[in-house]
């Protein structure tokens, strides 16, 4: 009898196939997360090796699926990078728009965890340094601003994983971590140190889906 079962799971796989190419290629969902920053600017001596300059980050994404478990995705991302001085209490805060492009790799049933690494381009909005440092023997206030200071753009590469827990038919949950790796000197200074951006940051957020889940 149990022969009489392999035309039977046979059809079964080719409705499973069927329905998967009905359902992809397809812009699938549209996603909004936030979270917090932890920064750093390596390779440069004027910044603290240890010290991480804590800020936000806002992401607007959306995914083009293959697959089940195969996408390309995009987001635009308004996120604070920066470092900390070495020596006095003063922070290097900057603002980029950031436009991470990756591959993403699903795995599993509910909830669903997933694995993300691609490329980013960004341009930096502002940057501007605060704290208070040691002038004379007394704590002078520092509000610059000091844009001048770096290129105006960034590119480096980045990864994130994560998890998707479905909340109902057409939306998602979803906490991610996600790391960048700057590859541009971000400063325009002479030959020597090559200062570089990197960070890592967590989010949670919303995914809504457009097309079929």
Same mark, same amino acid.
């Given at each position: 009898?149990?022969?009489?079962?392999?035309?039977?799971? =046979? =059809?079964? &796989? %080719?409705?499973?196939?069927?329905?998967?190419?009905? +359902?992809?290629?397809?812009?699938? &969902?549209?996603?909004?997360?936030?979270?917090?920053? %932890?920064?750093?600017?390596?390779?440069?001596?004027?910044?603290?090796?240890? !010290? +991480?300059?804590?800020?936000?980050?806002?992401?607007?994404?959306?995914?083009?699926?293959?697959?089940?478990?195969?996408?390309?995705?995009?987001?635009?991302?308004?996120?604070? +990078?920066?470092?900390?001085?070495?020596?006095?209490?003063?922070?290097?805060?900057? *603002? &980029?728009?950031? /436009?991470?492009?990756? /591959?993403?790799?699903?795995?599993?049933?509910?909830?669903?965890?997933?694995?993300?690494?691609? /490329?980013?381009?960004?341009?930096? #909005? *502002?940057? !501007?340094?605060?704290?208070?440092? /040691?002038?004379?023997?007394?704590?002078?206030?520092?509000?610059?601003?000091?844009?001048?200071?770096?290129?105006?753009?960034? &590119?480096?590469?980045?990864?994130?994983?994560? %998890?998707?827990?479905?909340?109902?038919?057409?939306?998602?949950?979803?906490?991610? #971590?996600?790391?960048?790796?700057? =590859?541009?000197? #971000?400063?325009?200074?002479?030959?020597?140190?090559?200062?570089?951006?990197?960070? #890592?940051?967590?989010?949670?957020?919303?995914?809504?889906?457009?097309?079929?889940?």
């Amino acid at each position: 009898m149990g022969w009489k079962l392999i035309p039977v799971t =046979l =059809l079964l &796989y %080719m409705l499973q196939l069927n329905v998967e190419a009905q +359902k992809h290629p397809q812009l699938r &969902y549209l996603g909004v997360d936030a979270g917090f920053n %932890m920064a750093g600017i390596r390779s440069a001596s004027q910044y603290d090796r240890h !010290k +991480k300059n804590f800020g936000a980050n806002v992401n607007f994404s959306a995914n083009y699926s293959f697959s089940d478990s195969k996408s390309v995705g995009a987001s635009l991302s308004l996120e604070q +990078k920066g470092a900390t001085d070495p020596v006095y209490d003063l922070k290097t805060n900057m *603002n &980029y728009a950031s /436009l991470p492009v990756y /591959l993403k790799l699903v795995t599993g049933k509910e909830p669903r965890f997933f694995f993300t690494g691609g /490329l980013y381009a960004g341009w930096l #909005i *502002n940057a !501007k340094i605060r704290g208070e440092q /040691l002038q004379d023997g007394k704590l002078v206030g520092v509000n610059e601003n000091v844009s001048g200071d770096f290129r105006s753009f960034d &590119y480096g590469l980045v990864a994130s994983t994560g %998890m998707m827990v479905r909340l109902y038919d057409d939306f998602d949950f979803i906490f991610s #971590i996600r790391g960048s790796s700057g =590859l541009l000197r #971000i400063t325009d200074h002479p030959p020597g140190p090559r200062p570089q951006n990197y960070s #890592i940051n967590v989010s949670i957020g919303y995914i809504y889906y457009i097309g079929f889940r």
